[in-house]
């Protein structure tokens, strides 16, 4: 079964700096997709940004962007100029690219508070 | 706006009563799916659902049952609530472009 390891429970971040929040998977299929989830105290589940496996190049969104490290299994977020409404919890996860009824696998999350 | 409505926001409900969480989609997607989320374990999927009347236990599914009877309802059903499920539920589906869309979510207590 796949996994999603985020080791940081918390991280904090000034504003207008930049932060990087760490995710590592384990997994023996070649094509999947990975995700940043970001979830506000609204609850709401907003999609940060997606990576397909295949695509070597990094997926970047204005602001945040992922260092995909296939080999090493490893799927790190960047957020550049952090701003007061980053603030949130992050999510990674994991979903195989074989078929659209398979779940998302989540990672525990990353709390991140951004300072004035 | 693709919409992914939970019915309750917030839900108090005394152990042993039978509680139902109700999710509607408005995609006319086939996928939806019900994850808990508790602080420091993240999400955890309890059911799925991939047709109408189809289902799939997740990893949790111990305490929970799940109905699909139309296209756009997916119903989490705890049989006899316990403390142990007081928890924040969210309920998700997915289909075509957009991807996956999540509700909102409710944040259940039980007494």
């Known amino acids: 079964a796949q996994t999603v390891t985020q080791s940081q429970p918390e991280m904090s971040v000034q504003e207008a700096e930049t932060v990087t929040l760490s995710c590592t998977y384990d997994?023996?299929?070649?094509?999947?997709?990975l995700f940043w989830y970001k979830q506000p105290p609204s609850r709401q589940m907003i999609l940060v940004i997606r990576?397909?496996?295949?695509?070597?190049q990094n997926a970047t969104e204005n602001r945040f962007s992922v260092n995909f490290q296939k080999a090493a299994k490893s799927f790190s977020l960047k957020i550049s100029d952090s701003q007061l409404g980053d603030a949130a919890m992050y999510f990674c996860?994991?979903?195989?690219?074989?078929?659209?009824?398979?779940?998302?696998?989540f990672g525990k999350g990353t709390r991140l508070s951004v300072i004035a | 706006d693709v919409k992914v409505t939970q019915s309750s926001r917030y839900l108090v409900k005394r152990t042993g009563e039978k509680v139902f969480l109700e999710c509607v989609q408005d995609m006319d997607h086939e996928n939806m799916f019900w994850y808990r989320q508790d602080p420091g374990l993240g999400l955890r999927l309890i059911y799925f659902s991939y047709d109408v009347k189809m289902k799939e236990k997740g990893d949790i599914p111990e305490g929970y049952s799940v109905s699909r009877e139309k296209k756009e309802r997916f119903s989490l059903i705890l049989e006899s609530a316990s403390t142990n499920q007081t928890s924040m539920y969210l309920c998700?589906?997915?289909?075509?472009?957009?991807?996956?869309?999540f509700g909102s979510g409710t944040r259940l207590t039980v007494v």
């Open positions: 998700a589906s997915f289909g075509g472009p957009v991807g996956y869309t």
């Open positions: 996860a994991y979903r195989t690219s074989f078929s659209g009824n398979t779940p998302l696998v």
């Open positions: 990576q397909e496996a295949y695509k070597q």
């Open positions: 997994t023996s299929e070649s094509d999947y997709y």
